[in-house]
Every structure is written in C-alpha cells, then in structure tokens.
C-alpha cells in the first residue's frame, strides 16, 4: 500500500518567514495530494491539493509543488502569520478509495 | 450543501465497556465514509472505510468494528474497550466513486478510556 513519510515533524518560524514542508510517497499510481491543516482541537481542514497532471500550484500565500519523478511534493507558506500556526498533514491517493497520511508538521510562527 | 455530524463530542469510558460513536452525512448520496483515529494529537490513522451500504473495509486489526446500516450512516464500535483506543476519531465523507477528491471530516469525538 502508499507509505508517505513527512518532514519536519516540528517546524518554528519567525512571523513574515516562509516555511516549507517536504512529503514523499510510494505508490507511483498516486494522484492526488492534498495539504491539510489542523488547528488546536479542530477537524483537519484542506487548504490545497494538486493533482499529478500539474506541477505547481498556488493560492496566495500557499503553493504546492509535485515532483512526480522524485515522488515528493512539499507545502510552501510564504510571510507567515501567527494564525499559520497549526498542524499540518500531507496526503496522497493512489487507484482506491483511500488517503493515506502523512504524520504531520506542528508549525509555529513567532510574533 | 453537505454537512457532516458526528456524535458524542467527548467520552470517558472504563476500561472493558462497550463503545458507539456515530457518524451522519447529509446532502448528498452515497458517499464513501471513513474513520480515522489520531492518537496523541498527531498522525491521521485510517480504520475503516465503506463505499456502499454494508460494505466495510478494515485497515488494521484492532478492538473496534464499523457498519453502515444506512446509506449515510456510518458507526463505529467496540464490545471491550482498551486502554489503547484513546484518542481523537474522526469520521470523514468524500464524494462517491473512484473520481479523486476532498475528504470532508466531521467534528470529531475525543475518547478517553480509564
């Protein structure tokens, strides 16, 4: 099955600094990878997902990138803010009906 | 729009009671359902998932079985809790078919087993 392994596992940065978080997965039929954010005590939300036809993708201050070759993609934030803080999950899908986790990021944005 | 509701919030429970947690979707139809288990407020660990009336899927072997006795209803239980079943479960619906898509995840139900 997918095995997708996600890293930092803790990530601190200063507020307006840009963050990255790395994933690589196993199953070469795999997608579909969305990002996750997780606030204190609060359902898992997604913020963005790309799927394996495009490269690149961007949302304001968000962007992911897919590097189907390697199997990695990663999360960039740019000017962090201190509501970024949260915990942060990739995922990816293969051919069922299954998303497979990663372990997740805790970033924190210092003021 | 679709909506999500899973039931109760929060539990204590004894070590060896009997456990259900109950999860409902609403707004569309036959959607595929999960449950998700996230121990130590991190890593999301799929248990089960079905994508028709009585057609479960189990990830791992555990203490705890799911049945969908509706097409919207998703339930998750166990006869003899564990002291390792604490944690967050999280029930979660997507769209029906193989067509990639969001995971849309309910409240959450936070289960403390003494």
């Known amino acids: 099955g997918e095995n997708v392994e996600q890293h930092p596992s803790t990530l601190s940065v200063q507020e307006g600094d840009s963050a990255v978080i790395k994933c690589t997965y196993s199953?070469?039929?795999?997608?579909?990878f969305p990002w996750y954010k997780q606030e204190l005590g609060k359902r898992p939300q997604l913020i963005i997902d790309?799927?394996?036809?495009?490269g690149e993708k961007k949302d304001q201050r968000i962007a992911v990138t897919l590097n189907k070759t390697a199997k990695h993609f990663s999360l960039h934030i740019t000017e962090t803010q201190p509501e970024d803080s949260a915990v942060y999950f990739c995922a990816a899908k293969g051919s069922n009906y299954k998303l497979t986790f990663g372990k997740g990021t805790l970033l924190t944005v210092n003021p | 729009s679709q909506t999500i509701h899973q039931w109760p919030a929060t539990l204590v429970q004894p070590v060896g009671s009997p456990l259900s947690l109950e999860c409902t979707v609403e707004g569309t139809s036959n959607p595929n359902l999960y449950w998700y288990r996230q121990a130590a407020g991190r890593g999301l660990q799929l248990l089960f998932y079905?994508?028709?009336?009585?057609?479960i899927s189990s990830e791992v072997p555990q203490n705890l079985s799911a049945s969908r006795p509706q097409d919207r209803q998703f339930i998750l239980s166990s006869k003899k809790l564990l002291l390792s079943d604490s944690g967050f479960y999280l029930c979660a619906w997507s769209v029906s078919g193989r067509a990639v898509g969001e995971l849309f995840f309910g409240e959450g139900s936070r289960l403390t087993v003494l």
């Open positions: 079905s994508v028709g009336i009585g057609q």
């Open positions: 790309i799927r394996s036809n495009v």
């Open positions: 199953d070469s039929a795999s997608n579909y």
